[in-house]
């Protein structure tokens, strides 16, 4: 359990850790490739280290200098391995896709978390590129045979960048051209980092095709990620001033700005540059009157992951706010909805539950109260923003499940606000 209390005011500059994705990706990818690259700023929490640990399963040489990785890839992968995934969603999700063309016979697993995760919905698409892939009642573990794979064409009903990056990766080892199309464009940096790589691989809009093609190791400087900048940039605008540094601003993953925009919030983007084919910025975020505001559908994809956060700032915004379209949220590390709606709730707001989102009434104020994380990391962030926000602050329950994302994340949010920490630790 971990005590957190309220603050009258919140400010300081934050260094962050790597993207997430990113970091996956470049693990993975070079992982795959020919060649030797390394990877600096990395992510190093749970969910990265399962990915490094299943590519050195499969034959690459992964070393690791703090938050700098060096990489050997193998683009022939070892068979008869057994992938522990961890809890990670996406080392199972796009390890299926890469691994399915690559000739070999491997087993993904993962804890009971990430068991009862969908995973069907990787599984079909592969199976019309004649991949064999079966899962176990749509659910991991999931066992990859050998199989030539063919082009073709996915059309995926729902916008996701895990499924849309497990069919391309399965495209680089198939015969002619995969084309993949969603209604939705979601983040896009698997096209970016297989591009970099010399991947022949064409963006048209939602659309993307690639052909077969062998990959180049790569140097990567990850950016910092705006899902984790994303809890500080929320307490600048709820309790003082932050600034973010480095951080990554890919225009598929700022649904977080789109969101502070509706909301009212007062930012502005320093020192934008661009590194590696991704676009970084200073983020700076001041003190901020919230209005209540509506997001739909096309809204979700770009800011999938910081949904929590957004419906607990609609709890201290003026008015009645409504967030559809966002049934992803369900099938999430917690069912991100009830939880969500729970968070809030316990703090002292309103929020009633919808099949695929919800209706959250701003009180301006919340209370604070109890949270318990659900061992989702995401949950457990939202609620230290949420506690430290509130009039009285509170207790978070099972709160060291952030190391997944983001191992340092509470040191980070006691180290400033005018260098008065009140985080602590009650085990």
Same mark, same amino acid.
């Given at each position: 359990m971990r005590r957190i209390q309220s603050r009258e005011y919140f400010s300081g500059e934050f260094d962050l850790p790597g993207d997430k994705s990113i970091t996956h990706r470049a693990i993975m990818f070079n992982g795959g490739a020919d060649g030797e690259a390394v990877i600096s700023n990395a992510l190093t929490g749970e969910d990265c280290l399962s990915t490094c640990q299943c590519l050195r399963a499969l034959g690459a040489t992964v070393e690791r200098d703090g938050t700098a990785l060096r990489i050997k890839g193998t683009p022939r992968f070892r068979s008869g391995q057994r992938l522990d995934c961890g809890n990670s969603g996406t080392t199972m999700r796009l390890l299926t896709g890469f691994v399915a063309g690559k000739g070999v016979d491997v087993?993904? !697993?993962?804890?009971?978390?990430?068991?009862?995760?969908?995973?069907?919905? %990787?599984?079909?698409?592969?199976?019309?590129?004649?991949?064999? %892939?079966?899962?176990?009642?749509?659910?991991?573990?999931?066992?990859?045979?050998?199989?030539?794979?063919?082009?073709?064409? %996915?059309?995926?009903?729902?916008?996701?960048?895990?499924?849309?990056?497990?069919?391309?990766?399965a495209g680089l080892s198939a015969e002619g051209e995969t084309f993949v199309s969603e209604p939705v464009k979601s983040r896009d940096h698997t096209e970016r980092m297989l591009s970099a790589m010399g991947a022949d691989i064409r963006v048209e809009g939602n659309d993307v095709r690639v052909k077969k093609s062998n990959l180049c190791a790569v140097d990567v400087c990850v950016p910092s990620d705006i899902s984790s900048a994303a809890y500080f940039m929320a307490l600048g605008a709820l309790k003082g001033e932050t600034l973010c540094k480095?951080?990554?601003?890919?225009?598929?993953?700022?649904?977080?700005?789109?969101? !502070?925009?509706?909301?009212?919030?007062?930012?502005?983007?320093?020192?934008?540059? %661009?590194s590696g084919g991704e676009d970084i910025a200073d983020i700076l975020v001041k003190k901020s009157h919230l209005r209540s505001i509506e997001l739909t559908?096309?809204?979700?994809?770009?800011m999938i992951d910081e949904l929590p956060l957004v419906a607990l700032l609609c709890a201290f915004a003026d008015?009645?706010?409504?967030i559809t379209g966002a049934q992803e949220l369900r099938v999430k590390e917690s069912?991100?909805?009830r939880t969500t709606a729970e968070l809030i709730r316990n703090l002292g707001g309103e929020c009633?539950?919808?099949?695929?989102?919800?209706?959250?009434?701003?009180?301006?104020?919340?209370r604070g109260g109890k949270v318990d994380s659900c061992l989702d990391h995401?949950?457990?962030?939202?609620?230290?923003?949420?506690?430290?926000?509130?009039?009285?602050?509170?207790?978070?329950?099972?709160?060291?499940?952030?190391?997944?994302? !983001?191992?340092? !994340?509470?040191?980070?949010?006691?180290?400033?606000?005018?260098?008065?920490?009140?985080v602590r630790d009650e085990w």
């Open positions: 087993t993904l !697993f993962g804890d009971e978390s990430l068991s009862s995760r969908p995973m069907k919905r %990787v599984a079909e698409p592969l199976t019309l590129l004649g991949a064999d %892939v079966k899962t176990t009642d749509g659910h991991a573990p999931i066992y990859i045979t050998p199989k030539t794979l063919h082009g073709g064409s %996915v059309q995926l009903k729902v916008a996701s960048a895990q499924v849309k990056s497990a069919v391309l990766l480095n951080v990554g601003v890919n225009p598929t993953r700022t649904g977080i700005l789109t969101a !502070f925009d509706r909301l009212g919030v007062e930012y502005a983007l320093l020192n934008k540059r %661009v559908s096309e809204d979700i994809p770009a008015g009645e706010s409504r069912d991100r909805i009633e539950e919808l099949p695929d989102g919800f209706i959250i009434r701003g009180r301006k104020k919340l995401r949950i457990a962030m939202t609620g230290a923003v949420g506690l430290l926000a509130s009039e009285n602050g509170g207790e978070i329950y099972r709160s060291e499940c952030c190391a997944i994302s !983001f191992p340092d !994340f509470f040191e980070k949010l006691g180290e400033k606000g005018n260098g008065r920490g009140h």
